[in-house]
């Protein structure tokens, strides 16, 4: 059976297309002001690369912030449900998954058959840590994959408080005036999210294995301090973009007439 | 559509609940021109000890809570009400019942209409950091006199606090009653009348008791009440327990809920699983209540709405709490104001748990949220991380890990009580639908806005 | 000498973990609030030591604090989430406060199970605070003796008075150094002093106190009179990074009114024939935290006679965010400083300090009350 | 994998450039000023013939501070041909990196800078100056010199603050410069959004469009929603009607008409000089007091 799996997130939409359990194809598109278009682009780009029809595609599921948007879904489910369900898939091991994405961090404790046991998400002050990243990267004009590949170079580390993610960045401009090592700044930006980030996923009584997914995790330099905060040795989902749209896809598959 | 499970009808005290609260608050606005004593305070304030004067009481929590309900149907109007606060310099992660509280002072006006009522005096007891000082703000502000009454809670019974300590405690609080009504004497320059006075403990005793057993009765299956109603019906003992009108409210009301029980009335037809919330809820968006219903779950209460007009006897036994036996039910003659003061003292002490938890959270607090889980027949909990009272969210934390530990599903949100500025409805909905998927609910019936 | 008070600041668990091995038979208490009687405990043998946070971010507390909690009491679970204060026998308080008794009840239920707990009453106001308290203390002097396993005298009791109302004295006496027009002592090195003795067995911080005094003081300048003199006011606060900041903008720090500063030893313990009932007066008529000025605002002339006696041109009120009793205070504390005439700023403290954030309001404040330089 | 979309367009970005005023000689003045603010958004250099304006740059600022102040001065002097640093009697840097305009000999807060300039900006009557900056709120009361008398920031929460406004551009694609003028595009003025938090204002912008709310509708409640925050912040000084707002957000006529309304006056708006300068003209007025003394001594 061939299944599409829609991802409609606050920053990118991200399809993956099943055929029988097995991905053949995945595609992504930034998310617009108009979700169905975003929807559209990204699922043609899978098609593509899975050479399918969209007319072979039997059941989809739709998942993410933005899946009220999408109408006549076979399955409709939270991005926690779909997490768990495709980090269950990839790897059966995996007990908690960390999801760091571009406005919102979530962690999910993950049971038999990739059945949620609990999440938690953060909460007001303590948001946008892709996002976050993105900003500093520009304030100190770096690309993100240089800001990343900064930070891992990094001798000192500096304290700075990241609850407010504004009030982070000042702070942030400060150590530039106070012309602190540039990798010493980048460093610093990923210490205080990961710590807000691995703060929160403790709530959910972290155990191992940890996997990561989300955008945010393809950064190095952030993986690394999230690494450190955990004290535990995390793994990076393959396709860490795509692990809910793959959740969603399978639980379409899954899905009884 | 999918079928009732149980059969459902309207609660009949309701509408007497209603009238009763809008004559409270007539009464307070019609206080000095009818010769009363009027004054202001919290409702953990020992409400009992000015009944010895011909009196009304401004209760200021839900009258905090009442500005807020505006932020749903005014919100124009009630922001006038919190930022005339902020723009007078009181911070804006102040307890937001403060907040509104104050900015209903300084825009001298009385959310039920008229200007705002010329207080006498004010009078609280200090249970937690903010009341304390709340009225000697507004003190500040009004330049009317304040009596601050230190109420130093017993521990929880899980510590195994000394008799000693408590016998401390009561006469600490005794003395103090006593020094209140000398210096309520004083500012009023009327005399005290003992016998209303001990009419009024013992109600504040009964209405608190009959309230535990209403609660009680909620642990039946179907839960004959949601938490949404709870809230409207607790509020009387909240701002009027001495009252005689409010004992014989939730007698009546008592009587209502029993039959409920016997006659397997749900409050929710649909009820598939139960759950209790923690912390005041944020009352201007009490549809969260509603939307859980579509999915047939029903709130069976919080250690808040049973706790702070609950008075609520532990059971050493068996290691849980029951309502509260009241002088009444024990036999217990009061005839002195001395007597009066005692019972006062030690009823508060010993059956307020609001007041308890706000002072002592750790193992004591868990148990008895562990106990609700467990009487209630509990399926999950929703905890309402409440950044407008730090009160009522002293160790919520330690109870979520508790409860996760357990294996009770839960789930947090982070909001306010009573400034929904500080509540996003968005987010929170979405967290309640994972939460749903997550105790593997389904949506019975598509969820509509409540008026 | 201050270098020594430097160390112990620095060093504070080294100071307690070789306290301890000197002291093999006496255990150490870990304390939260500056109400907590240590008297009681130093009495009976035992080394007092204040808990206070570390000022580095930590990811350990969210499971167990709301994160609407002040900092410093976050800060100070996280110490025993990380097993920093491990070599405690028991941990204790008195009731300081909403955020910082949740900091008390989750380190009891996590990290020290042995607790000593205090009723200090919140109204100090009423004259039936110091009986409460002195039947209190009573309690807990009993729980002690259970504990130990022997009696508390009298003489103990007296002579712990004795230790600790010479450590007050001498604290009191840099203080009034202070008030010289070329300040002997930075604030930064003032508040390395009084923080570190939180830490210290006071007959040790006695002797080098004395010594610091007669052999580093005397005659010393730290600052001169060309330096703006501040005082600081307000939570918790033993944020050197700040106060060494504020004094490289030619300012001095002269006087302070904080937990961990003056409010810590300003009073003496009075002699009375109960040693017990001396302890709670002294601990009822101490200089007061916002948190038991109620109802009357008994703080507010104490503040301003403390600002004339030093001689301060400006005010920096620091509290700990979110501290609800300082924040209803502020109105207050605002208004009376204006209405008395001296420039006061207001800041929040967080775990780590936003030095870029506050050089700005601090130096705004200096160009103010050195208006001279720039008009 | 498709290829994602690269975002060229920078929405918050403010306008930049220099100018010169083209009735003034330098070779006439008896004293030459610089102010240099380097904030954490944009830089202004500011060039001061004997106390009046002749000619300024204002750029993006970098992430060294030192190269910001290096750029912005070049672009001023740019404007003046035949003028030269060396020129230039006495250089006050103020703002975020006023400790690292190399080539200053004093560095003043942006507090007394701002109330200084606004002063020139807009004379003696100003009594309450704003000051919104990128991450600051500042409300600052002076006297009849420019002289701060007392001042207020915004603590704990920088809702409410300039980069707020620069995230909402970017996320509705609206230029910043037309924020305001768009915010006014709508029939009846919506609510306030909830949150000012921007992280929060964000998602809850998204979920507007989404219930149908236009680009406009959801920058008047944005607009409403900031004006109330820095009116939070305004209040707790003693505001004078002698009213003027400096820094970017004065730009900003979504906010400032919005927040006239909660003032219940008209802000002083009465100034041929870009409100964003105020705080390097600030700084070159010091400046030019302060050779004027060092010559004295």
């Keep these: 059976m061939i299944t599409a799996g829609i991802d409609l997130g606050a920053t990118y939409s991200k399809v993956v297309i099943l055929d029988d359990g097995k991905v053949v194809g995945k595609g992504i598109s930034k998310t617009t002001l108009e979700p169905e278009e975003s929807v559209e682009k990204a699922l043609n780009a899978a098609l593509q690369e899975a050479k399918i029809d969209k007319g072979q595609v039997e059941r989809t599921g739709v998942t993410g912030s933005g899946r009220r948007a999408i109408k006549d879904a076979d399955v409709v489910a939270t991005d926690v449900t779909a997490d768990a369900r495709g980090a269950y898939h990839l790897d059966k091991e995996v007990k908690t998954v960390i999801d760091v994405g571009g406005e919102d961090a979530r962690a999910v404790k993950v049971g038999e058959n990739g059945k949620v046991i609990n999440s938690a998400v953060n909460d007001k002050c303590a948001a946008g840590a892709g996002a976050f990243v993105e900003a500093m990267s520009r304030a100190m004009q770096l690309s993100l994959e240089e800001f990343a590949e900064a930070s891992l170079k990094s001798t000192q580390e500096i304290p700075i408080n990241a609850q407010c993610a504004i009030f982070a960045e000042s702070e942030v401009v400060s150590l530039i005036s106070d012309e602190t090592p540039r990798e010493d700044i980048c460093r610093a930006v990923h210490d205080g999210i990961a710590d807000r980030i691995t703060s929160m996923a403790k709530r959910v009584l972290v155990e191992e294995k940890v996997g990561l997914m989300g955008g945010a995790v393809m950064n190095k330099g952030l993986v690394e301090s999230i690494r450190e905060g955990l004290g535990l040795d995390p793994i990076i989902l393959p396709d860490p973009l795509f692990v809910s749209a793959l959740g969603i896809a399978l639980m379409a598959a899954d899905q009884e007439d | ?311 609520w006897e532990y059971d050493e036994e068996n290691k849980t709490w029951e309502a509260g036996k009241t002088p009444q039910e024990k036999g217990v003659e009061v005839k002195t104001r001395d007597e009066a003061a005692n019972v006062l003292a030690d009823w508060w002490l010993r059956t307020g748990t609001v007041c308890r938890g706000v002072r002592h959270s750790g193992a004591g607090k868990i148990q008895r949220i562990m106990d609700m889980v467990d009487r209630w027949k509990v399926d999950g909990a929703i905890v309402h991380l409440n950044r407008g009272c730090e009160g009522t969210s002293l160790g919520q934390m330690d109870i979520v890990s508790s409860l996760l530990e357990r294996g009770l599903p839960t789930m947090t949100y982070e909001g306010n009580h009573a400034d929904p500025r500080e509540y996003d409805e968005n987010r929170t909905f979405a967290r309640i639908e994972s939460f749903m998927e997550t105790m593997g609910l389904k949506q019975l019936y598509e969820f509509k806005k409540g008026e | 000498m201050i270098n020594d008070f430097i160390d112990v600041y620095k060093n504070r668990h080294d100071y307690a973990k070789d306290w301890k091995k000197k002291n093999p038979d006496s255990k150490v208490v870990g304390y939260m609030c500056s109400y907590f009687p240590e008297e009681l405990f130093y009495a009976a043998g035992m080394l007092p030591v204040r808990i206070l946070g570390s000022h580095e971010p930590q990811n350990v507390t969210e499971p167990y604090i709301f994160g609407m909690y ?306 | 994998m498709a290829e994602m979309e690269e975002q060229t367009i920078e929405y918050w970005r403010w306008d930049e450039g220099n100018w010169k005023n083209p009735d003034m000689d330098f070779k006439d003045a008896e004293i030459l000023t610089a102010g240099i603010d380097v904030g954490s958004v944009s830089s202004q250099a500011v060039i001061m013939a004997d106390g009046e304006l002749f000619a300024y740059g204002n750029t993006r600022s970098g992430y060294n501070s030192r190269d910001s102040a290096s750029n912005v001065m070049n672009m001023a002097l740019e404007a003046v041909p035949g003028l030269k640093l060396e020129d230039i009697h006495y250089v006050v840097g103020t703002g975020y990196g006023r400790v690292r305009v190399p080539f200053a000999n004093k560095a003043i807060t942006e507090i007394a800078c701002h109330a200084r300039g606004a002063n020139y900006m807009y004379g003696p009557k100003v009594r309450t100056i704003m000051d919104m900056g990128g991450q600051d709120l500042k409300a600052i009361s002076c006297d009849e010199r420019g002289k701060v008398l007392n001042f207020v920031m915004n603590e704990k929460c920088a809702a409410g603050t300039g980069r707020g406004m620069e995230v909402m551009a970017d996320l509705l694609k609206v230029p910043i410069q037309k924020v305001g003028e768009m915010s006014f595009q709508v029939e009846k003025e919506p609510p306030p959004v909830s949150t000012t938090c921007v992280l929060f204002a964000k998602t809850e912008a998204l979920g507007l469009l989404k219930n149908g709310w236009s680009v406009p509708k959801v920058l008047a409640a944005y607009c409403s929603a900031m004006a109330h925050r820095i009116y939070g912040v305004v209040k707790t000084v003693d505001v004078k009607k002698e009213f003027v707002i400096t820094g970017g957000c004065a730009k900003n006529s979504g906010i400032i008409n919005r927040l006239e309304k909660e003032l219940g006056f008209e802000i002083y708006k009465d100034t041929k000089v870009d409100t964003q300068l105020a705080g390097a003209i600030g700084a070159a007025l010091f400046g030019k007091a302060l050779y004027e003394k060092s010559k004295k001594k």
């Design chain 2, 1 to 311: 559509m999918v079928e009732k499970k149980y059969k459902t009808a309207p609660l009949k005290s309701w509408d007497k609940a209603k009238e009763i609260r809008l004559n409270i608050y007539k009464e307070i606005a019609e206080a000095k021109s009818k010769g009363k004593v009027l004054l202001g305070g919290g409702a953990e304030s020992l409400i009992a000890l000015p009944t010895g004067f011909d009196y009304a009481m401004l209760v200021g929590e839900p009258y905090g809570a009442a500005i807020s309900y505006l932020a749903k149907s005014d919100p124009d109007e009630y922001m006038k009400y919190v930022e005339a606060s902020e723009h007078a310099g009181y911070p804006r992660d102040l307890c937001a019942y403060m907040r509104n509280y104050i900015g209903s002072i300084l825009r001298d006006k009385y959310v039920f209409g008229g200007p705002f009522p010329k207080i006498d005096f004010y009078l609280q007891a200090g249970f937690c950091d903010t009341h304390s000082k709340w009225y000697q703000a507004v003190s500040d502000i009004t330049g009317r006199p304040y009596f601050s009454l230190d109420l130093v809670p017993f521990d929880w019974e899980i510590e195994g606090e000394s008799e000693k300590t408590k016998d401390l405690k009561r006469k600490y609080i005794v003395d103090q009653i006593h020094e209140a009504i000398a210096w309520m004497e004083k500012q009023t320059g009327r005399e005290f009348n003992d016998e209303t006075f001990i009419q009024g403990v013992l109600n504040e005793c009964e209405s608190t008791s009959l309230w535990a057993k209403v609660c009680i009765a909620n642990r039946a299956i179907p839960a004959p009440l949601d938490e949404k109603t709870m809230l409207s019906l607790y509020v009387l003992a909240v701002i009027g327990r001495p009252r005689n009108d409010v004992v014989e409210f939730y007698r009546e009301l008592l009587d209502e809920v029993e039959d409920r029980v016997a006659n397997q009335i749900a409050a929710n037809p649909y009820e598939t699983a139960r759950i209790i919330t923690d912390s005041q809820p944020p009352w201007f968006a009490l549809d969260l209540f509603r939307l859980l219903e579509t999915y047939g779950v029903v709130s069976v209460g919080a250690h808040y709405t049973f706790g702070l007009s609950g008075g």
């Design chain 3, 70 to 375: 002040c900092p410093f009491s976050r800060d100070v679970l996280a110490q025993g989430l990380q097993g920093h204060y491990d070599y405690l026998d028991a941990v204790s308080t008195a009731y300081p406060c909403m955020h910082l008794g949740q900091a008390f009840d989750s380190w009891t239920l996590h990290v020290t199970q042995k607790k000593f707990y205090v009723d200090m009453p919140n109204r100090v106001q009423t004259p039936y605070a110091v009986p409460f308290l002195t039947g209190r203390l009573e309690e807990t002097k009993q729980e002690i003796e259970e504990w130990i396993g022997r009696e508390i005298t009298d003489s103990d009791l007296k002579e712990a008075i004795n230790v600790y109302n010479e450590n007050r004295a001498l604290l009191r006496e840099i203080y009034e150094m202070r008030k010289a027009d070329d300040v002997p002592l930075t604030g930064t090195e003032c508040m390395y002093i009084t923080t570190a003795s939180l830490f210290m067995d006071k007959k040790d911080a006695n002797k080098l106190l004395k010594e610091t005094i007669e052999n580093e003081l005397k005659g010393r300048k730290a600052k001169t009179a060309d330096d703006t003199r501040l005082m600081v006011l307000g939570s918790e606060n033993d944020d050197i990074k700040f106060l060494n900041m504020v004094e490289e903008f030619s300012a001095v720090i002269v006087t302070d009114d904080h937990c961990t500063g003056s409010r810590y030893f300003w009073n003496p313990v009075e002699e009375q024939d109960d040693p017990i009932q001396a302890i709670a007066q002294r601990y009822i008529d101490r200089p007061l935290c916002p948190q038991r000025d109620y109802p009357e605002r008994k703080r507010l002339p104490y503040l301003l006679d403390m600002a004339r006696d030093w001689n301060v041109a400006g005010i920096i009120a620091l509290q700990q965010k979110f501290c609800d009793p300082h924040e209803l205070d502020k109105v207050a504390l605002l208004d009376w400083f204006k209405e008395n005439d001296i420039p006061t700023i207001y800041l929040e403290l967080d775990v780590t300090v936003p030095i870029g954030q506050f050089k700005i309001r601090v130096e705004a404040l200096l160009e103010r009350l050195r208006e001279d330089e720039l008009w």
